[in-house]
């Protein structure tokens, strides 16, 4: 960390055996992602004159390159947070989540959802037929591949989407789903 952890207790004594927890937590953050710059924690002691019972609140503020990410607890009504160790706990859980996300994020690991191939039959014959696709070029099928023992249903210009294998002669499609009304373009599971 480039800028030393900030730590503050409101509404408590400071705590030795607290503060040492927060550093170990702050520490085991790094290890997500290491170009933390810096770290503030507020740990708060419940007001005596609360409605919302005594329950601590922890807050956290981390800075990294690009962004700042930040995780508070007063906003949760969990009663587990009248020791102020699992509300720790539950703060930091938060933050490391967050930062693996970040750091997911930055290395561009965020999975994207990609239609499945597609593209139209151009020739059938009695157990086979042929798609063509706009960047594949033509695939071949077999009648057992069509779902749902649709084969005879297709005709030429029916739009599809396929799942490819290698085959003997190139790609080949193993499923061959038909895409209309019934059948949208998107994965079914």
Request: proline residues 5%; contains cysteine; charged residues 25%.
């Amino acid at each position: 960390m480039q800028v030393p952890l900030k730590i503050t207790f409101r509404g408590m004594d400071t705590s030795e055996a607290l503060e040492a927890r927060i550093r170990e937590k702050t520490d085991k953050l790094e290890q997500f992602y290491d170009r933390i710059t810096s770290c503030r924690v507020v740990v708060e002691a419940p007001h005596r004159h609360s409605n919302k019972g005594k329950l601590y609140t922890v807050s956290i503020g981390v800075t990294l390159p690009g962004g700042e990410l930040t995780v508070n607890t007063e906003k949760r009504l969990n009663h587990a947070h009248e020791d102020v160790y699992v509300a720790l706990r539950d703060a930091f859980s938060a933050m490391q989540r967050q930062i693996e996300d970040f750091g997911r994020e930055q290395r561009a690991e965020i999975k994207t959802h990609e239609a499945p191939p597609h593209g139209v039959v151009r020739r059938m014959f009695p157990d086979h037929g042929f798609i063509e696709t706009p960047d594949r070029g033509d695939i071949f099928f077999h009648r057992n591949s069509v779902v749902d023992g649709s084969f005879d249903a297709l005709t030429e210009g029916t739009a599809v989407r396929f799942t490819a294998v290698p085959g003997d002669k190139g790609l080949q499609a193993s499923s061959v789903y038909p895409i209309g009304k019934h059948h949208p373009v998107g994965n079914q599971s």
